[in-house]
């Protein structure tokens, strides 16, 4: 089956800098990669995703790449602000549409 | 209506007991889900219902029994839990079970769940 590895595990950074969270996939037919940003005692929500006929996506702060020849991509933030403070999972879903999460980054931005 | 609803939002049960948690979606969506999470871990998905039929179990233990009476409602029946069975339960839906270009799954906000 497929195996999610996401890397860091912590994050913390400074209000206004950047942070990227990376994320490796081990199934070559995984083709859909969502972002989930999940609060504490909150749901997963989706903040981004990316398809695999696509090598990236924006949208305003935040952007996804994904590079298929080397199974991984990544979450990137700028200018961040402390509500960005959460944990954010990476999953990969092949077309079963059964998502396998990565292990999870918690993202602290300091003030 | 664009929400994942759960009820209850917590529970407490004893290794006996027997008990149900529900999930709902009027958004339309084909494929629901069930997913355990445990603190700081991220969710494992349970099952897998597409077109009201159940299509991926992943290989839960039968003290969890899932039901899918309608397109739009989801149920989770537990029955003699362990208390390592404690975790928060996320259903999820999304629109198109086959996957392909509709295949975003939404989150409801979960019941948390104590086994005693």
């Known amino acids: 089956g497929e195996n999610v590895e996401q890397h860091p595990s912590t994050l913390s950074v400074q209000e206004g800098d950047s942070a990227v969270i990376k994320c490796t996939y081990s199934d070559s037919a995984s083709n859909y990669f969502p972002w989930y940003k999940q609060e504490l005692g909150k749901r997963p929500q989706l903040i981004i995703d990316?398809?695999?006929?696509?090598g990236e996506k924006k949208d305003q702060r935040i952007a996804v790449t994904l590079n298929k020849t080397a199974k991984h991509f990544s979450l990137h933030i700028t200018e961040t602000q402390p509500e960005d403070s959460a944990v954010y999972f990476c999953a990969a879903s092949n077309a079963g549409n059964m998502l396998t999460f990565g292990g999870g980054t918690r993202l602290m931005v300091k003030p | 209506d664009t929400e994942v609803t759960q009820t209850p939002k917590h529970l407490v049960m004893g290794m006996t007991n027997k008990k149900s948690l529900k999930c709902e979606q009027h958004?339309?969506?084909?494929?629901m889900y069930w997913y355990k999470q445990k603190a700081k871990k991220p969710p494992e998905l349970m099952f897998v219902y597409s077109y009201e039929k159940l299509s991926i179990n992943e290989s839960v233990p039968s003290r969890f029994s899932p039901e899918c009476p309608n397109s739009s409602l989801l149920n989770l029946h537990l029955h003699a839990l362990q208390p390592e069975d404690s975790a928060l339960y996320l259903c999820?839906?999304?629109?198109?079970?086959?996957?392909?270009?509709?295949?975003?799954?939404?989150f409801g906000p979960g019941t948390r769940l104590t086994v005693l």
């Open positions: 999820a839906s999304s629109q198109d079970p086959s996957g392909g270009l509709r295949d975003t799954q939404y």
């Open positions: 990316i398809r695999s006929n696509v």
């Open positions: 958004m339309g969506h084909r494929a």
